[in-house]
């Protein structure tokens, strides 16, 4: 039997334990964790251990890779003024009815960072490929995170995307309950009072402070180690730490 048969069985019987909540029925790959920087936004050069059952990355701490878009509109002299936020449905396996970005997801076995924030904003947003190729790539946001269930380990791939005013998203999916348009500054306060998922928060801050944007007290504790998380922006992050 393989290894990966093997974490199969396992898994099936911590399951059946009350170990892994929120079965998910998707294949999710297994990154080694010292080669995290070779899985590039546009492309996976490293290469999984093996793959396994998304819902148990949490049990293990095992590495996943996620990607997740800002939908901001400018205002006056082209600041941004308002950010699209998602309301997560209340059947979701994990945080249901918690606040979200306009676009996020974890990276399935298979695809890139890009592939799946392109799959995501038709499925979450309703944003066709051609418009979600606009998104901006924006850095990685490296989050390491204490849960009843395991640890929360992950690459957060940070995207921007410009929307049109009268520019409105609509969810596909079933996956968002609603969406919102909220003026930027209440944004980051509700990602900083906790009325968002931890790494949508970090990615609503990140966006603001990547704009200069003014940030709650409340803040603070998440923000303050912003700067280490972070691993790069854009185009040129990817080539120095993907070997794009």
């Not at 890139?112 to 998104?135: H, N, T, V, Y």
């Not at 998440?222 to 080539?239: D, F, H």
Request: charged share 25%; aromatic share 6%; hydrophobic share 40%.
């Amino acid at each position: 039997m393989s290894q990966e048969a093997l974490l199969d069985r396992l898994n099936l019987q911590l399951r059946e334990a009350g170990l892994i909540p929120g079965w998910r029925d998707e294949r999710f790959a297994l990154w080694p964790l010292d080669l995290p920087r070779q899985v590039c936004r546009h492309g996976a050069e490293g290469r999984p251990v093996l793959r396994m059952e998304r819902a148990a990355a949490r049990f293990w701490g095992s590495l996943t890779l996620g990607a997740h878009c800002n939908g901001w509109v400018a205002g006056p002299g082209g600041r941004a003024a308002m950010l699209w936020i998602g309301r997560r449905a209340p059947h979701k396996a994990t945080d249901p009815g918690r606040l979200d970005n306009l676009v996020g997801g974890g990276v399935p076995d298979g695809q890139s960072p890009d592939e799946a924030l392109w799959r995501e904003g038709w499925e979450e947003a309703g944003f066709g490929l051609d418009r979600m190729r606009s998104a901006r790539p924006s850095g990685v946001i490296e989050l390491l995170h204490d849960l009843p269930e395991g640890l929360q380990r992950e690459d957060l791939h940070v995207y921007d995307l410009e929307l049109q005013p009268g520019e409105r998203p609509f969810n596909q999916d079933g996956e968002v309950a609603e969406f919102l348009c909220l003026p930027v500054q209440e944004a980051l306060e509700r990602a900083a009072m906790g009325e968002m998922t931890l790494d949508a928060a970090l990615v609503t801050l990140d966006f603001g402070l990547r704009h200069g944007l003014p940030m709650a007290d409340e803040a603070t504790d998440l923000i303050s180690g912003m700067e280490r998380l972070k691993v790069g922006a854009g185009s040129e992050s990817c080539s120095k730490f993907c070997n794009a």
